[in-house]
């Protein structure tokens, strides 16, 4: 996908700006305050309790909606500003990363928070809220950050950035000044082209979460019924599970498993446990972000193989077996098998389906999570079901192919929405940049059908 074929306008200038390149000859370039100003008007006193909240992901929304982001709400509003409905908002300090939103709303916002409002009647507000929003502009305002922290990713991405951009400098950015008409044409067609490519972008995720679904349900069955759908079934005695194949035991975790409690050895690297249910060296998953613990009292030893339960978090699925020797938290459960015929796979998958079905959270008996710690002794009472040695490992390599197809079909509907909103990004930049010519009869009908395309091959 590319914005290569659509039509250019006949003759461009040097805009003497790097993040906008050549614009078309007939174009402008205005500050900011040619056509905005800062609503810098207080909520003191209190003229509205309605909160605002700002996210990269949602844009504008009410503090109280499920799901928001943002800055967490404070007791005292008067500290608030107003923003009114129209206004393009933006988080001085995430503005680089795209936290911008035109609201809807009457409200307050944070003090880090800036509302744009239009200071002439003729300025397309959607216009120039597409290109604060464009992630070029946004990139290029680095140069006026002063900085709390700053990452760049290996690929380019910016990360965790906090650097406050001062309103004296935001309000002289130079941006793109079409002609109305062509700002209103650039609108409509962008909201079209950009709808067609949400769309699809909306079908994909829903197929990743039916094949994430299906997965689930394939391991489910495959560590509670086995691989056999003929054969006998008995009842378990345990509530989650339900029945089982005849021939399986039923026998309580304490007999089948031992806490392992194993001194740390010099150079041992630390290995985390996963809410996806690898267990590795932290340093194979990430470099920081972490808390050091020997601050939660030192470490033990965990050697590859071991079953694996992160106390905190087993309640969402990080349970699995090690890949590496080395050390860990102390909060974590590991656990030896006791005799040569049970495969900690296999139970490690049993165990994350007990999670996923909150059977974990009853027998610690959580209300909510990370509510409390899972410990051996909430386990080692419990029965677990147990297959045929034969039988786990085969249930095992059932699984690993099955995941293995799944995340490849999930891989690449992954891979198709990184494409399709790359390609939607770059469509923003060019229309608000003119690097593609979009009129009032283009905006009708040019490229039609390449983003119907892109769903109907969904």
Not at 169 to 195: R, T, Y
Not at 358 to 382: D, E, G, M, T
Not at 419 to 432: G, H, N, P
Request: glycine share 8%.
């Amino acid at each position: 996908m590319s914005v290569a074929g659509w039509p250019r306008y006949d003759s461009y200038k040097d805009s003497g700006e790097g993040w906008i390149g050549e614009i078309p000859a007939h174009w402008d370039l205005q500050p900011v305050r040619a056509n905005f100003a800062f609503r810098n008007e207080k909520n003191d006193p209190v003229i509205t309790e309605e909160v605002l909240s700002l996210s990269i992901a949602q844009g504008v929304t009410l503090y109280s909606e499920e799901g928001r982001g943002g800055n967490k709400r404070k007791d005292d509003l008067t500290g608030y500003k107003i923003a009114r409905p129209g206004d393009i908002v933006l988080n001085s300090m995430n503005v680089i990363v795209g936290a911008v939103g035109r609201s809807k709303y009457f409200g307050a916002i944070s003090p880090v928070y800036y509302a744009l409002f239009a200071t002439r009647p003729d300025t397309n507000v959607d216009y120039y809220d597409r290109v604060l929003s464009n992630s070029v502009f946004q990139k290029n305002l680095l140069r006026h950050g002063k900085g709390i922290l700053m990452k760049l990713s290996g690929t380019g991405q910016l990360n965790t950035i906090r650097m406050k951009i001062a309103q004296n400098d935001l309000k002289n950015v130079l941006m793109p000044a079409p002609p109305a008409s062509e700002q209103a044409a650039i609108v409509s067609f962008l909201d079209e082209k950009c709808a067609k490519v949400d769309e699809a972008v909306r079908i994909r995720e829903r197929q990743i979460a039916l094949l994430r679904e299906r997965r689930q349900i394939l391991i489910q069955q495959a560590v509670t019924r086995g691989l056999n759908p003929a054969a006998p079934m008995k009842d378990s005695g345990i509530d989650w599970i339900g029945k089982i194949p005849a021939h399986w035991e039923v026998r309580r975790f304490k007999y089948l498993f031992m806490q392992s409690r194993l001194p740390v050895r010099p150079n041992d690297g630390v290995v985390t446990c996963f809410r996806d249910g690898q267990v590795t060296l932290r340093s194979n998953r990430r470099l920081e972000g972490y808390t050091e613990a020997i601050i939660e009292g030192g470490y033990q030893g965990i050697r590859k193989g071991q079953l694996v339960l992160n106390s905190m978090d087993a309640f969402e699925g990080a349970i699995g077996v090690s890949d590496s020797d080395g050390k860990c938290t102390p909060e974590y459960v590991i656990c030896d098998p006791i005799g040569h015929n049970l495969s900690q796979h296999y139970f490690a998958y049993l165990l994350r389906e007990m999670a996923l079905a909150r059977y974990i959270q009853v027998i610690c008996n959580a209300v909510r999570q990370r509510a409390v710690r899972i410990r051996y002794n909430n386990l080692a009472q419990h029965f677990m079901i147990v297959p045929p040695h034969s039988e786990q490992l085969a249930i095992v390599g059932f699984i690993e192919d099955a995941k293995g197809r799944f995340e490849a079909a999930i891989s690449i509907k992954e891979q198709q929405i990184a494409a399709l909103r790359e390609y939607k990004a770059s469509l923003i930049d060019a229309a608000v940049t003119g690097k593609i010519r979009v009129t009032a009869q283009a905006a009708g009908h040019a490229g039609a059908g390449r983003e119907t395309k892109l769903s109907a091959q969904a």
